[in-house]
């Protein structure tokens, strides 16, 4: 089956490509998707191409429109900058009247909401009266990094997992985008198969001072004094985020060295120091921080304190090292 050209510009994420294809093909495209997975891995970029595919059916030009951002079909909703959630006014006053009005150009109307695990509980409600009797022209598609929206409203939609990118995947991202190759490669490993969140990192200055940071910060934690946690999350705030994914990744390291004691096996190789000097570290103990680790980095992209974040990171790592 030939790709459509829309298809083409995005990197992985084979399966779900090939049905969304076909559905559009076939004519069976759902009213509703749900694309779920960690931020930065394609999804919005996925949600585009299929909104662009679904639009030009039938209309040479909508590709003019779109390119303009002044498609009349097509409408992107997103939680207002100084709200924490997505209230329902952003349902019943801009979605529900958008999609009561049939399509000016083709055949469908497509609406993406970004961001969709940020809905209030009110606003969920709506959406799900909006969900069980959409318009036989409405495409709904739900963007959520985390797939914390109600079962109800989950079976109105179909589900698609996205998965991290392949760590040469991003890299290939980031130099399609100008990032020369060894930062890209750096930055991709910190990404974890997040071309977003690689992205921000190859972007920030002094990227190496900041890899030397991480390792002092686990070296302090490493010793068995609690004020050491405080001290260490204070002194992440200004690059919260990252340094978090950095010690993250230094204490993998620390684990891959641990289990295989080769160098060549370590994601930055500037690691192997403190791997050596940390050899006799539990294992199982390191892989259970990292898993906790994972689950605190994602509320960095919520309404959160960092310094908040920061504290529990760094007891993680302590705990990781006892």
């Known amino acids: 089956m030939k790709r459509v050209d829309e298809f ?9 490509i090939d049905m969304l294809e076909r559905a559009v093909q076939e004519g069976r495209v759902s009213h509703a998707y749900l694309f779920t997975g960690p931020g930065g891995i394609g999804k919005m970029k996925t949600a585009k191409a299929l909104a662009s595919v679904l639009l030009q059916s039938g209309d040479p030009e909508a590709g003019l429109f779109l390119q303009s951002g002044t498609h009349p079909d097509w409408l992107i909703i997103e939680k207002e900058e100084n709200r924490s ?19 000016f150009r083709g055949d469908y109307r497509v609406v993406l909401l970004h961001d969709a695990h940020l809905l209030s509980e009110a606003a969920g409600n709506a959406l799900l009266k909006v969900l069980e009797e959409p318009p036989p022209y409405a495409v709904i598609i739900l963007i959520a990094d985390q797939l914390s929206l109600s079962e109800t409203i989950q079976s109105r939609c179909q589900l698609l997992r996205f998965a991290p990118l392949a760590e040469h995947l991003v890299v290939e991202c980031l130099k399609d985008l100008g990032v020369d190759e060894k930062t890209a490669q750096r930055a991709a490993a910190l990404g974890q198969g997040s071309v977003g969140q690689a992205l921000q990192f190859a972007s920030e200055e002094g990227l190496a001072g900041l890899w030397d940071k991480a390792r002092q910060l686990v070296a302090e934690l490493e010793q068995d004094a609690p004020v050491h946690a405080l001290l260490a999350a204070e002194k992440m ?7 978090c994914a950095m010690m993250e990744t230094v204490l993998r390291d620390v684990l891959l060295y641990r289990l295989t004691e080769k160098q060549d096996s370590l994601q930055q190789p500037d690691n192997i ?5 940390l050899n006799k570290t539990d294992p199982a103990r390191i892989m259970e921080q990292l898993n906790a680790i994972a689950r605190l980095k994602r509320l960095y992209r919520l309404n959160v304190s960092p310094l908040l974040i920061n504290i529990q990171v760094a007891y993680a790592v302590r705990e990781a090292l006892k």
Request: glycine share 4%; no cysteine.
């Open 273 to 277: 120091k403190l791997a050596r000097a």
């Open 237 to 243: 705030e200004e690059h919260s985020e990252l340094l």
């Open 85 to 103: 959630r997505i209230g329902i006014e952003l349902i019943t006053r801009t979605m529900e009247p958008w999609l009561a009005l049939k399509p």
């Open 8 to 16: 083409t510009k995005i990197k992985g994420h084979h399966d779900i």
